[in-house]
């Protein structure tokens, strides 16, 4: 299927575009740039140099995709943007492109990213994510698979949120989210119990709920210092994924990470 693109489009000659592009009015694409087949981009949108765009994503008016990361660091280099297949990006979202401590910002296939969301440079957002509007991300942030985050909330650079996590709206998330939690509050952020709605509406038995509320009893409840309890919670726990999930990411993590203790589960 052919590409259209309006006339008032301004496309670089080293574009390249999948069949069936569709590209809006007064929409600017810069040279190296590669967009999948069936991707849409309404108006007024800018793609800059780096970006690799998969396969029926949808790209609203405003957005800014790839453009300079914001780091007094960044001295010119060559980086990438990469999104995958069937994300969609709402109006005015800001994605920056990576910087050399990774060489690129990465946002994974069959996402939603709400309008105003701003991901900064070196970001790794996952699958299935939903990132609700004005969500703002610092440099180095990770989220993780079928992970929901709040409108106006501010992910602090280098926090980790975990797959399957729910951080509620107009949260200061200032500390990793480790999977399968719900995290929230501005004044003071913390964690809020475990995510079982959004486990069980993503198909997780009895079962497997049952395991992670007990690992994460010992891990917030038994008193224990950090080590200790992650050693408790090996030791009494069966090596499922779920638990070795959750005790892969509390022993990652080279960045002084820090977690909140209480656990109101």
């Known amino acids: 299927m052919q590409s259209t693109i309006h006339p008032t489009a301004i496309i670089a000659p080293g574009v390249v575009l999948g069949d069936g592009v569709v590209i809006g009015p007064y929409t600017v694409i810069e040279d190296d740039v590669e967009i999948g087949d069936g991707t849409a981009i309404r108006s007024h949108v800018h793609i800059a140099s780096g970006a690799r765009i998969g396969c029926d994503c949808r790209i609203h008016s405003g957005a800014v995709l790839a453009t300079e990361p914001q780091d007094l660091k960044f001295a010119g280099e060559k980086t990438s943007l990469f999104i ?16 050399k401590a990774s060489g690129k910002t990465v946002v994974g296939s069959d996402n939603l990213i709400m309008a105003y969301v701003h ?16 969500v703002q991300f610092g440099g180095h942030c990770e989220v993780g698979d079928y992970a929901v985050i709040g409108g106006l909330t501010g992910v602090h650079q280098f926090v980790r949120i975990g797959r399957f996590a729910m951080v509620g709206g107009i949260a200061r998330a200032s500390v990793d989210v480790p999977p399968f939690v719900m995290a929230g509050g501005h004044e003071s952020f913390r ?50 994924p779920e638990i070795v999930e959750i005790l892969d990411f509390f022993s990652s993590g080279t960045h002084g990470r820090k977690f909140i203790r209480p656990f109101n589960q």
């Open 119 to 134: 991901a900064g440079h070196d970001c790794v957002i996952g699958n299935h994510v939903v990132i609700a509007n004005s």
């Open 84 to 99: 995958g297949d069937r994300t969609v990006i709402r109006e005015c979202v800001t994605l920056n492109r990576g910087t």
């Open 191 to 240: 964690y809020e119990g475990l995510n079982a709605i959004g486990l069980k509406r993503r198909g997780f038995s009895s079962a497997q709920i049952t395991l992670i509320k007990d690992a994460y009893r010992i891990l917030f409840q038994s008193g224990l210092l950090l080590a200790n309890a992650l050693e408790k919670v090996k030791s009494e726990c069966p090596s499922e």
